[in-house]
């Protein structure tokens, strides 16, 4: 009785462990997830960043 019950977890083990349906949809969301948390540490950065880019780009078209 013991040995089916086990066999028979051991047997849903495997099936879970072999089956990589979802893997392509967890990989995207780890992904997005370190994306979301570097743009949340590097914030004050990146606005900074932005702002002188766009400022470069008003200066140069105003020049034109």
Not at 41 to 56: A, E, K, Y
Request: aromatic share 4%.
């Amino acid at each position: 009785m013991v040995k089916s019950v086990l066999g028979r977890i051991r047997d849903c083990f495997a099936d879970v462990s072999c089956d990589d349906r979802g893997i392509g949809v967890v990989e995207v969301i780890l992904i997005l997830v370190v994306l979301i948390g570097l743009v949340v540490i590097f914030r004050d950065n990146l606005n900074s960043l932005v702002s002188t880019i766009f400022g470069n780009i008003t200066e140069e078209v105003q020049g034109i």
